[in-house]
């Protein structure tokens, strides 16, 4: 007697961003959102796999250069196209915000209507919008900043290539 699984989504395994500066992208998943850079198998292309850095933490983003990555122009492309943003789910939404002053990165606040969740948003170098979400009462400090240019406005980018900084 035959078995069939049922078939289902189990979870995310990873997403995979593009990238026309492997270091500086590499350094944002490090510096800022604290992956770690780990074992990547040989693809005959630049690229490397950040891992959550626990104890067997799975590799949940594949960066990518060169080959595959680029475009009819020869570049990777900017910006998200059809994704709107990469969300994580976080802590130490503090922490996170001083890493992005240290680092000279522009950044947006916001308190998720009718929960307890903040969420804080942040562009990597290729222009990936990453929404670090957190919740609020686990956090210590402060309520996110709802303020006028801090808050968080749905479909506005705050994206600039031109004033990244070099993180790398």
């Not at 990873?14 to 590499?26: D, E, I, M, P």
């Not at 944002?28 to 959102?33: Q, R, S, T, V």
């Not at 594949?62 to 080959?67: D, E, F, L, T, W």
Request: hydrophobic residues 40%; proline residues 8%.
């Amino acid at each position: 007697m035959s078995e069939t699984t049922e078939p289902m989504v189990a979870g995310l395994f990873h997403v995979a961003v593009k990238t026309n500066n492997l270091s500086q992208t590499v350094a944002f998943y490090e510096k800022i959102l604290g992956l770690r850079n780990g074992f990547r198998p040989d693809f005959g292309f630049p690229g490397a796999w950040l891992y959550v850095p626990v104890a067997g933490g799975p590799a949940i983003l594949h960066v990518y250069a060169g080959g595959p990555a680029m475009g009819p122009d020869g570049r990777a492309p900017l910006q998200t196209g059809a994704i709107d943003h990469l969300s994580l789910a976080c802590r130490g939404f503090h922490g996170y915000v001083a890493r992005c002053r240290t680092h000279g990165l522009d950044w947006r606040e916001f308190i998720v209507p009718n929960t307890t969740l903040w969420q804080l948003f942040v562009y990597d170098p290729s222009g990936m919008q990453c929404e670090l979400t957190f919740e609020g009462a686990a956090e210590t400090g402060p309520l996110p900043d709802m303020s006028p240019g801090r808050a968080y406005v749905a479909g506005s980018s705050f994206f600039d290539a031109a004033r990244y900084p070099s993180l790398s």
